[in-house]
């Protein structure tokens, strides 16, 4: 049976007399995720995965982030101001040790001020588009009301920038540079805020999640060790390796602080990745990591309800009318997929089979 074709690796510019508007969470029942995994959405969010994954395959940070764009050097100023802000808004002494309030402020301050800084580097002539664009601005750092983050609010950030190459503020030759300029810088931002405001997991699956806060750096990070002379699969536990070459791969530096805020054995507190050092390949990481996240993350409704469509994001059936094909309700537990197994203890090549045998079956 043939595969259903995969989304366009590019993204889709509105038109000059697009009307935008302000989005609103659409999949509230169960029978919404159906509409959710045929929308135009769907497709459209994921190509752009796909697109920026191509575009740093085998790239280091600073290699893919060379003769960055004014606009993307803009986007970064943005979250500058807010990692100042953190610095202007300490955390304020509370009984309880996670979830400091002092976040709400910091929150409050980029609601009041998301139109400002978005008119502050965009021309004056796609202004209309802020209403719609902001909101996944705002919803990309976290929730106030919990004090959490997620990978909900990733997914938020990447559909805002996606957003900046609709409306035309970013083209194709930003690409490389908006995953390992700007999403790097974002991933740095984030960890400040979850250090400063000890801010809790949304919906974390504990030891058998990926990671407690991202996913889509392990994707794109995956990428960019591609056909690395040196670093293989196996390497990313070795604290030494890590450490060296962490400000330069976003997978790498996802391990390095996941060594900084956990404590015990690699394979204990993080078994899912543990796992993934079994894998030979680079490449077969990274499709197994995209597989992954439409499984885990993609198809989970209580993360997909808190998704905004507008305009730009719709629930509008896909024009081909394909599918990437969703795992049936109830195909898997509600601990975790079968993505990734936790190899057994094994010889080393034993513990390679089993890695990507559990790859290649998803």
């Not at 040790?97 to 021309?123: C, H, M, S």
């Not at 407690?212 to 040196?230: E, K, M, N, R, T």
Request: charged letters at 20%; one cysteine or more; proline letters at 6%.
């Amino acid at each position: 049976m043939a595969l259903p074709p995969l989304p366009a690796k590019s993204v889709t510019l509105v038109s000059e007399d697009h009307a935008f508007v302000t989005p609103v969470k659409l999949v509230k029942t169960l029978d919404d995720m159906q509409k959710w995994d045929k929308s135009e959405a769907y497709f459209e969010y994921l190509g752009f995965i796909y697109a920026l994954n191509d575009a740093i395959r085998g790239k280091s940070n600073s290699k893919a982030s060379e003769g960055a764009s004014q606009n993307v050097n803009k986007i970064c100023g943005v979250l500058n101001t807010l990692s100042l802000w953190v610095d202007q808004i300490p955390p304020v002494s509370q009984p309880q040790r996670f979830g400091n309030v002092a976040f709400k402020t910091w929150y409050g301050r980029l609601k009041e001020e998301a139109i400002q800084l978005l008119q502050d580097i965009l021309p004056a002539d796609i202004y209309r588009a802020i209403p719609e664009i902001m909101v996944y601005l705002e919803e990309g750092f976290g929730n106030a009301t919990r004090i959490d983050y997620g990978t909900g609010h990733e997914i938020s950030f990447v559909m805002f920038l996606c957003s900046l190459f609709k409306i035309g503020f970013l083209t194709e030759p930003d690409f490389a540079a908006t995953a390992c300029k700007v999403f790097v810088q974002y991933l740095n931002l984030v960890r400040k805020l979850q250090q400063t405001y000890r801010m809790e997991p949304a919906g974390s699956h504990g030891v058998w999640s990926l990671d407690d806060y991202q996913f889509v750096p392990f994707i794109w990070g995956s990428s960019q060790l591609i056909a690395h002379p040196q670093i293989e699969p196996p390497m990313f536990v070795k604290p030494d390796v890590v450490n060296a070459v962490a400000d330069e791969y976003m997978f790498l530096s996802c391990i390095k602080y996941i060594n900084q805020v956990k404590t015990g054995p690699f394979a204990e507190h993080s078994n899912q990745l543990w796992s993934i050092s079994g894998v030979s390949t680079w490449s077969k990481v990274n499709s197994g990591l995209i597989k992954m996240y439409k499984t885990e993350v993609l198809s989970a409704f209580p993360l997909v309800q808190h998704v905004v469509f507008g305009s730009l994001f719709t629930l509008q059936p896909a024009a081909h009318g394909a599918s990437i094909r969703r795992p049936r309700l109830g195909e898997f537990s509600n601990s975790q997929s079968s993505c990734f197994k936790p190899p057994p203890t094994k010889s080393s090549s034993d513990t390679k089979n089993a890695s990507e045998n559990t790859l290649s079956s998803t």
